[in-house]
């Protein structure tokens, strides 16, 4: 009987579908009576048929193109609905249907969703206009369809005017996942989104890059398309090419399976509400809408696989929307799916880490070749788009790098082989030191020891050679704030101490030894040891405290070089720096000046000449030290001063000192007091003897002016006046001297002895 029923109704589908409309009631499809009447919405039919081009008259042409599987779908909507009449599930109660051909046309649905809204046993069919449709009883209760999205969609926006629940069996646009939109939408099939989410996850462990994209030329496909590029995107994969196709095809050679139907309608005023909350069980699942109105379904992934020329479809997982999963039944399905890595779909090959991809001019954007990351610079991922810039302060990389390395870390350290040797000369040079300190405290009372000032003066030069040795010490080593303030500091007052005692010493001997009264008054004048050198070395202090103050140098990393930091000292202010370097210069100039004067002292007591040299050494070592360290870069930066210190130091020690014992040591019997007062006398009467031939000289010219040219009869008057003269100022010249003489030498001896 069922059966027969079946057939009926087949044939009378049919042929209704098949006829032009002519009154409304043809273009009813399939129709039960009933207490509550269910729609449906089912493309029977491909297309309609126009006579013309585009259609000319608003009417509904005459369907054509059966398709067999959306029959199907029909007739299982009508077996639900005989099933739940014939059943204690709703007693007294009655379901009917109204079932429409769409002709897969949304024009044709709308007309049907316009009779769906018609008010209830109204025998004109018309749809009333209100502001409030809540005690509005339209002609059916709910509506099951349509299957294509396009038409779900239109016909949704309508039914949602009144609420009336839409239950799709095949509409899976995401669109439709938008409740405000679309608001009394449900669906028996996951949404898009899912969809193309495990299409783009199978690509991805398939690990392909390089695909197509074929879709239909509607909404669904649209939408679709979409939706997948973004996801392909997200997961580095590009896409070849898109093909269209047009919507709506029929292939009798695809099987097609009945998708989920309604399992349970319950007649309740608020159907929508109960229909968003409803769970049913299918094969031990249990089924349930979401939020948005779809049910959490997963999706069958099938391989088409030609074999002896037939093509077959084998299920090879399933996906599992909640977990974002594939899930494997037996061995051979799951090795089937990995097998799908062997299929290679890759315009290029992945570039590895330390590469990144550089666009070719092929069409397709996901062909590529790839390039090496330069220098500083790494990926640390496959097929990455463009290299990662390294913190240069920081971290460097070689080139083709996959990550980043530190820089290391530099300085002139203890190890250094240079600094090694630097320090053995500053070494020895304190030894040097202390050996001479030896030397004049065992000679103490010897006539060099006394001519170069005493013990106490001698010490002090000492002292501040001592600390200019020990000061190289701070330039070597990992730089610290304590280190970097002390060096320089040390430095400029210890060099300042050493020169100006070293002035003293020149202006001392310029004081005994110049012949000059006016000269030797101002030089009494201005010799004040004590207060001359500590006013000269407090200058300085008062320098570099005013440097440390205001601008103290500080430990500073230098990240210029590429792969290496240069820990260094900042000298906080170069024009602090250049005054304390500046000052010193000064204080050496003037006792170059004084030693300059006094060069031409008696062979055994000429020290001012050797200072003159010591100050030579001096300006050579820090005028080269200066475009030297203007252009020196990185960690030896440092041991260009100590250089510059150790010869300057080295310098000045052995011209004031080794000229002194060289004579305690090998010439002990010039070190006696005898041989000083013999050697300051010759001096002194040579300089003597000079000034009074320079005199006599002076007087033989000027006598010369008056001198007449003599005549041949014998020698002039003037002659002899002349000579008369000279010898007059000789003697006069020769007594003030012996006087001065005699009374400078008991001077000197007392001065300098």
């Known amino acids: 009987m069922a059966l027969l029923i079946i057939l009926i109704t087949f044939f009378v589908i049919i042929l209704a579908t098949s006829q032009p409309c002519q009154?409304?009631?043809?273009?009813?499809?399939?129709?039960?009576?009933?207490?509550?009447?269910?729609?449906?919405?089912?493309?029977?039919?491909?297309?309609?048929?126009?006579?013309?081009?585009?259609?000319?008259?608003?009417?509904?042409?005459?369907?054509?193109?059966?398709?067999i599987s959306n029959f199907l779908q029909t007739l299982a909507m009508i077996h639900s609905i005989e099933m739940i009449n014939n059943s204690t599930l709703l007693p007294g109660i009655k379901l009917g249907y109204e079932i429409y051909d769409t002709?897969?046309?949304?024009?044709?649905?709308?007309?049907?969703?316009?009779?769906?809204?018609?008010?209830?046993?109204?025998?004109?069919?018309?749809?009333?206009?209100?502001?409030?449709?809540?005690?509005?009883?339209?002609?059916?209760?709910?509506?099951?369809?349509?299957?294509?999205?396009?038409?779900?969609?239109?016909?949704?926006?309508?039914?949602?005017?009144?609420?009336?629940?839409?239950?799709?069996?095949?509409?899976?646009?995401?669109?439709?996942?938008?409740?405000?939109?679309?608001?009394?939408?449900?669906?028996?099939?996951?949404?898009?989104?899912?969809?193309?989410?495990?299409?783009?996850?199978?690509?991805?462990?398939?690990?392909?890059?390089?695909?197509?994209?074929?879709?239909?030329?509607?909404?669904?496909?649209?939408?679709?398309?979409?939706?997948?590029?973004?996801?392909?995107?997200?997961n580095n994969v590009c896409i070849a090419f898109k093909e269209v196709l047009p919507a709506f095809l029929s292939d009798s050679t695809i099987e097609v399976k009945i998708n989920h139907t309604l399992e349970k309608i319950i007649a309740e005023a608020h159907l929508l509400d109960v229909l968003k909350n409803v769970t049913f069980t299918n094969g031990g699942n249990s089924f349930h809408f979401d939020a948005h109105g779809d049910l959490n379904t997963g999706y069958d992934v099938v391989l088409w696989k030609e074999i002896n020329g037939h093509m077959t479809i084998t299920k090879i997982a399933e996906y599992d929307l909640q977990k974002d999963v594939f899930i494997t039944t037996d061995q051979e399905t799951t090795n089937e799916l990995r097998n799908l890595k062997q299929i290679q779909s890759k315009c290029s090959k992945e570039c590895s880490p330390g590469q990144m991809k550089k666009s070719t001019?092929?069409?397709?954007?996901?062909?590529?070749?790839?390039?090496?990351?330069?220098?500083?610079?790494?990926?640390?991922?496959?097929?990455?788009?463009?290299?990662?810039?390294?913190?240069?302060e920081t971290h460097w990389a070689p080139v083709r790098s996959s990550t980043c390395f530190a820089k290391e870390v530099e300085y002139l350290s203890w190890n250094d082989s240079l600094a090694i040797l630097l320090l053995v000369l500053s070494l020895l040079g304190i030894m040097f030191v202390l050996v001479i300190g030896i030397i004049f405290t065992r000679n103490l009372n010897t006539p060099v020891v006394k001519s170069s000032g005493g013990l106490m003066v001698c010490y002090v030069i000492l002292l501040g050679h001592f600390l200019n040795f020990a000061s190289t010490g701070f330039f070597i080593g990992e730089p610290q704030d304590f280190t970097c303030k002390t060096r320089q500091t040390l430095f400029g007052v210890s060099f300042t101490l050493c020169v100006s005692c070293i002035l003293m010493k020149s202006l001392k001997i310029l004081l005994a030894f110049s012949l000059d009264p006016k000269l030797q008054n101002f030089l009494k004048c201005l010799y004040k040891p004590i207060p001359i050198i500590f006013t000269c070395t407090g200058i300085q202090v008062v320098i570099c405290t005013l440097w440390l103050i205001f601008a103290a140098p500080a430990v500073e990393e230098n990240v210029s070089l590429p792969r290496v930091i240069i820990l260094e000292c900042e000298e906080g202010s170069i024009l602090a720096f250049g005054i304390m370097l500046g000052y010193i210069a000064i204080l050496a100039f003037i006792c170059f000046i004084f030693a300059f004067k006094g060069r031409k002292l008696p062979e055994n007591y000429n020290e001012a000449k050797f200072i003159t040299f010591g100050m030579l050494i001096y300006f050579i070592a820090w005028i080269t030290f200066i475009p030297i360290y203007a252009t020196?870069?990185?960690?030896?930066?440092?041991?260009?001063?100590?250089?510059?210190?150790?010869?300057?130091?080295?310098?000045?020690?052995?011209?004031?000192?080794?000229?002194?014992?060289?004579?305690?040591?090998?010439?002990?019997?010039?070190?006696?007091?005898?041989?000083?007062?013999?050697?300051?006398?010759?001096?002194?009467?040579?300089?003597?003897?000079?000034?009074?031939?320079?005199?006599?000289?002076?007087?033989?010219?000027?006598?010369?002016?008056?001198?007449?040219?003599?005549?041949?009869?014998?020698?002039?008057?003037?002659?002899?006046?002349?000579?008369?003269?000279?010898?007059?100022?000789l003697a006069r010249i020769c007594r003030e001297n012996s006087t001065n003489i005699s009374k400078g030498l008991s001077r000197k001896r007392v001065s300098s002895i």
């Not at 509506?143 to 038409?151: F, L």
């Not at 890059?209 to 030329?217: A, K, L, Q, S, V």
């Not at 310098?651 to 000083?676: D, H, M, R």
Request: charge should be negative; aromatic fraction near 10%; glycine fraction near 4%.
């Open 23 to 67: 009154t409304p009631d043809d273009f009813v499809a399939a129709t039960s009576p009933g207490h509550i009447i269910i729609g449906g919405l089912f493309a029977i039919h491909e297309k309609m048929l126009y006579s013309e081009d585009y259609p000319r008259r608003p009417q509904i042409q005459k369907c054509v193109g059966f398709e």
């Open 103 to 234: 002709c897969t046309e949304v024009t044709v649905a709308m007309a049907a969703a316009l009779r769906f809204l018609s008010k209830f046993n109204c025998s004109r069919e018309i749809v009333e206009f209100k502001c409030d449709y809540s005690s509005y009883m339209p002609r059916v209760k709910a509506v099951i369809g349509a299957g294509y999205s396009e038409i779900t969609m239109a016909v949704s926006r309508m039914l949602s005017l009144q609420l009336m629940p839409q239950v799709s069996y095949e509409s899976t646009a995401e669109i439709l996942s938008d409740k405000i939109r679309f608001p009394s939408f449900l669906r028996t099939v996951p949404s898009d989104f899912y969809q193309t989410k495990a299409m783009a996850n199978l690509i991805q462990k398939s690990e392909w890059n390089w695909i197509g994209i074929i879709t239909t030329d509607d909404d669904y496909g649209r939408l679709a398309l979409d939706t997948f590029a973004i996801q392909a995107a997200a």
């Open 361 to 392: 001019r092929s069409q397709h954007i996901c062909c590529y070749e790839c390039v090496n990351c330069p220098e500083n610079h790494y990926s640390n991922q496959t097929d990455m788009d463009h290299c990662l810039l390294c913190n240069n």
């Open 632 to 729: 020196t870069f990185g960690k030896y930066l440092p041991a260009v001063e100590i250089i510059v210190i150790l010869i300057s130091n080295y310098g000045i020690l052995c011209c004031t000192f080794i000229p002194k014992c060289y004579v305690i040591l090998c010439k002990q019997e010039t070190n006696t007091k005898s041989a000083f007062l013999e050697m300051i006398y010759s001096y002194s009467s040579h300089c003597a003897g000079g000034l009074i031939m320079s005199h006599v000289s002076l007087d033989a010219t000027n006598s010369n002016i008056t001198m007449t040219n003599p005549s041949s009869s014998g020698k002039p008057a003037a002659w002899q006046i002349s000579k008369d003269l000279q010898a007059q100022a």
